[in-house]
């Protein structure tokens, strides 16, 4: 596509379930970052996926996050038993092979709220 | 450990004037540089970069400086624009990052008034 897409755009969840949040990078792109947005604070690397290599997970704040990509283009970013601190916005970039950060692509984020 | 430190939260400015931005960061490994700039409901988007080899990079009306030994960076925009006003994020990612994991500021807003 002609950006990233990222969805749902906004997402109020109950203490307890757990979401998916998607992102569909730029075709072609082979790297794809998650990162989030809490009130107030930066933005937070949470993983990052380049082409078929092992995705970089350092960022995950606990076990309840985990991330896939399927064939290298669509990622799930997965929120087991969300908690209220869970509240934030979640970006995803994308960048073509060997640009990275110089050539970050940002969706619009999905606000999640845990209520 | 916030290693990328922006200490304004908040900015207002005079269209016309020059809105100058500031950046600290701890980490000494930072080779490369970055502001991004954000509107409500958007994903930030880049503006300009400075690797650590250069001490300035201008574009335009965007100009970052990098004092490597005050470990300082600063975004400066003249004439301000009231199309500037937005919130502006300083990203910086080291030789171990090669592939662009990047450590960001908090943000800082700027609004630039008639």
């Known amino acids: 596509g002609a950006g990233v897409s990222q969805s749902p755009s906004n997402k109020v969840t109950e203490k307890g379930k757990d979401v998916e949040l998607r992102c569909d990078p730029i075709s072609g792109h082979t790297a794809l970052y998650w990162y989030r947005q809490s009130l107030g604070q930066g933005l937070e690397f949470l993983i990052y996926f380049q082409g078929n290599s092992a995705p970089d997970k350092s960022g995950l704040p606990s076990d309840r996050f985990s991330a896939e990509r399927t064939g290298g283009s669509v990622s799930t970013l997965t929120i087991q038993r969300t908690q209220q601190e869970d509240s934030a916005v979640y970006l995803c970039?994308?960048?073509?092979?060997?640009?990275?950060?110089?050539?970050?692509?940002f969706g619009s984020g999905t606000r999640l709220t845990v209520v | 450990d916030q290693q990328v430190k922006q200490n304004s939260p908040s900015l207002s400015v005079q269209e016309g004037r020059i809105s100058i931005l500031n950046c600290d960061y701890t980490?000494?490994?930072?080779?490369?540089f970055l502001w991004y700039k954000k509107y409500p409901a958007e994903g930030p988007t880049f503006l300009i970069s400075?690797?650590?080899?250069?001490d300035k990079n201008e574009d335009g009306r965007f100009t970052v400086f990098l004092n490597k030994s005050a470990k300082h960076l600063s975004l400066h925009i003249v004439p301000s624009q009231p199309g500037d006003s937005a919130v502006y994020f300083c990203a910086a990612s080291g030789e171990t990052d090669s592939w662009g994991k990047l450590q960001f500021g908090a943000g800082t807003q700027v609004v630039v008034t008639p």
């Open positions: 400075i690797s650590s080899i250069k």
């Open positions: 980490n000494s490994m930072f080779d490369y």
């Open positions: 970039a994308s960048s073509a092979y060997r640009q990275g950060a110089r050539g970050y692509t």
